[in-house]
């Protein structure tokens, strides 16, 4: 296919052929043969392999898929050069080139730094693309002419057209002009470059916000740029905001003020965007440290095991990990349960129960469970039921609320073959959870009941949150009555915290309760989905509250506006009449406990 296309250079047959393939998880492999290849000819072919990977990028090819095929490419780079002498110099330019084109996060670089040897030629690779070419004057316009090559206008004339309708529509405000000239470019398949420009506009620009918003509204609601474009056009922003916060600071936080006005209008459906942490201190991570961690991970995990001491734990992690730093949590995760799978029940119980503890960033625990999975075919090897058991983890992380079911999906996202271990390890974590009582099961899957405090009932589990609630209201202290609540061991029962503090606040008008579910979800120790189920069940005993508190109703709507503007819940939250949050069909209730939602 790639020999066909250096002859023909006929993009549309080569992106229909990839497209028959169906093929779409090895993606990453026609990307590193078609760069290996083109290194080794002349500029030319270079030039058209960089086009070419431009034209499929997104449409064709997964973002991720081409970021795996640039790592497999770097990984190889000892091998590349025993056939092509400057292979380093090469591969480089490729590198740089795919960033200048916008198809390759400058992240790439030091993240891939990170998991490379010394040793290892693809250094040499990222410090001469970083330190070579992207950070050389006029870079990006020398690396656009690198091979000599003209083709390669079209793309840089398309996105130029792009600025320039955006920028007079900022200006004139035309909805209709803009339109039109969106589908005069009559670029389909390259409108995720529109939907990142104008959001990246208006995070520049405050005062052309809304126009820009309305104009991305008004085209997707008219099907001039379809859902899937738009997703990745926000994607894209979602993989360079790190490099996007050296020049405006707040990015993160604007992005996800964008995000949040988009999904809350219908237009953009942010459970297929990656999540977008808001936390500082993520780095990338030197060998020697992430060689250190590993060692230091498993000694901490098997002495666990042996003491069942959690506290422990967290004073290791915090020792070790001062910073928080994503990678290291995401291999502390996969070392966890690596371990747990090799041992009895007892192990794998307790290794539940940690992870659930340590209330590490969801972002990290999805990339933990990724590296499971990854690796599963060698863990195989020791482990003949690893996929059973991976899937009975993933299973039990959704139903302690470590993982949502929308994060769930995307770490399936990234196995779409049918026959894969991830897929076979994520539908079979899904029919788990669809199964009648799942969640009471999931939770004594090992023996266990999800908590060192076996047998537990629904009246049990009330009656001890009232009285840590009593305690804090009498004068306790917040971290206590925090600990309190994370020693209860069922996050997913923690919307009855939320109903109990909210009925005491309307009651006795003691603002400490609003202080402690601040705390609460500050810590990520209630989540946002188990704030929206607590605040459905006061309003669906709404009418039964205002017999003892007359101004009970009014009361509750100055509190769902309020935890809307602390970012509670979601901005589209109501309860209807029935007491359902109309923005996400949640409806509360005690059967929560046994089926372990």
């Given at each position: 296919m790639v020999e066909e296309y250096f002859a023909n250079?006929?993009?549309?047959?080569?992106?229909?052929?990839?497209?028959?393939?169906?093929?779409?998880?090895?993606?990453?492999?026609?990307?590193?043969?078609?760069?290996?290849?083109?290194?080794?000819?002349?500029?030319?072919?270079?030039?058209?392999?960089?086009?070419?990977?431009?034209?499929?990028?997104?449409?064709?090819?997964?973002?991720?898929?081409?970021?795996?095929g640039f790592q497999k490419l770097?990984?190889?780079?000892?091998?590349?050069?025993?056939?092509?002498?400057?292979?380093?110099?090469?591969?480089?330019?490729?590198?740089?080139?795919?960033?200048?084109?916008?198809?390759?996060?400058?992240?790439?670089?030091?993240?891939?730094?990170?998991y490379l040897s010394k040793d290892s030629k693809g250094v040499d690779v990222i410090k001469r693309a970083e330190k070579g070419y992207l950070s050389a004057p006029l870079h990006a316009e020398t690396i656009e002419r690198c091979w000599g090559g003209s083709k390669n206008k079209t793309v840089e004339d398309l996105k130029a057209k792009i600025n320039d309708l955006l920028v007079e529509y900022v200006v004139s405000g035309d909805v209709t002009e803009a339109s039109r000239c969106i589908k005069n470019l009559n670029v389909p398949h390259f409108h995720h470059e529109i939907v990142k420009r104008a959001v990246l506009m208006a995070m520049e620009k405050k005062q052309a916000e809304s126009r820009l918003l309305e104009l991305l509204k008004r085209s997707s609601e008219e099907g001039l740029i379809n859902s899937s474009q738009i997703s990745k056009g926000f994607s894209r922003i979602i993989d360079s905001v790190d490099d996007l916060s050296l020049d405006i600071p707040n990015a993160k936080v604007l992005l996800q003020s964008l995000i949040s006005k988009a999904a809350s209008e219908g237009w953009l459906?942010?459970?297929?965007?990656?999540?977008?942490?808001?936390?500082?201190?993520?780095?990338?991570?030197?060998?020697?440290t992430l060689k250190a961690f590993k060692k230091k991970a498993e000694s901490i995990i098997r002495e666990y095991f042996l003491s069942g001491d959690i506290s422990e734990v967290s004073c290791c992690l915090e020792f070790e990990n001062s910073f928080s730093v994503a990678e290291l949590n995401a291999i502390f995760v996969k070392k966890l349960i690596t371990l747990a799978m090799d041992r009895k029940n007892r192990e794998k119980e307790m290794a539940s129960v940690l992870l659930s503890s340590l209330c590490f960033p969801s972002d990290d625990v999805v990339s933990g469970f990724i590296m499971l999975i990854e690796s599963a075919e060698d863990t195989a090897l020791d482990i003949p039921v690893v996929v059973e058991d991976l899937a009975m983890f993933l299973a039990r992380a959704e139903v302690d609320e470590v993982l949502t079911p929308q994060e769930l999906e995307e770490i399936g996202s990234h196995f779409p073959g049918v026959d894969s271990i991830g897929n076979k390890v994520t539908q079979m974590a899904i029919s788990l959870l669809k199964a009648r009582l799942s969640g009471e099961r999931i939770l004594?899957?090992?023996?266990?009941?999800?908590?060192?405090?076996?047998?537990?009932?629904?009246?049990?589990?009330?009656?001890?949150?009232?009285?840590?609630?009593?305690?804090?209201?009498?004068?306790?202290?917040?971290?206590?009555?925090?600990?309190?609540?994370?020693?209860?061991?069922?996050?997913?029962?923690?919307?009855?915290?939320?109903?109990?503090?909210?009925v005491v606040l309307m009651e006795n008008k003691n603002n400490r309760m609003w202080c402690l579910l601040r705390q609460c979800f500050d810590m990520q120790l209630i989540t946002m989905n188990q704030m929206s189920k607590g605040f459905v069940r006061v309003g669906?005993?709404?009418?039964?509250?205002?017999?003892?508190?007359?101004?009970?109703?009014?009361?509750?709507?100055?509190?769902?506006?309020?935890?809307?503007?602390?970012?509670?819940?979601?901005?589209?939250?109501?309860?209807?009449?029935?007491?359902?949050?109309?923005?996400?069909?949640?409806?509360?209730?005690d059967q929560d406990l046994s089926n372990g939602r």
């Open positions: 250079d006929d993009l549309i047959s080569t992106a229909n052929e990839l497209r028959e393939l169906d093929m779409l998880s090895y993606s990453f492999y026609f990307v590193k043969k078609l760069v290996s290849i083109a290194m080794d000819r002349r500029d030319k072919e270079k030039e058209m392999a960089s086009i070419l990977l431009s034209s499929l990028y997104g449409d064709v090819i997964d973002p991720q898929q081409l970021y795996k770097v990984e190889s780079a000892d091998d590349l050069i025993v056939d092509i002498p400057n292979a380093v110099d090469i591969l480089a330019l490729f590198i740089a080139r795919a960033v200048v084109d916008d198809i390759l996060p400058p992240s790439f670089l030091t993240k891939t730094m990170a459906c942010a459970s297929s965007l990656k999540s977008l942490s808001l936390h500082p201190g993520k780095k990338a991570v030197e060998d020697n004594r899957c090992w023996g266990g009941g999800g908590s060192c405090k076996n047998g537990w009932t629904i009246e049990d589990v009330k009656d001890k949150i009232g009285k840590l609630l009593e305690e804090f209201e009498a004068g306790g202290g917040t971290r206590e009555a925090c600990r309190c609540i994370k020693e209860l061991s069922m996050p997913f029962f923690h919307h009855e915290v939320v109903k109990k503090a909210l669906e005993c709404i009418d039964d509250l205002a017999l003892d508190v007359p101004d009970a109703k009014k009361q509750f709507d100055k509190f769902v506006e309020r935890a809307k503007v602390e970012g509670w819940l979601d901005s589209s939250f109501g309860v209807t009449g029935s007491g359902q949050d109309s923005s996400s069909g949640v409806n509360g209730s």
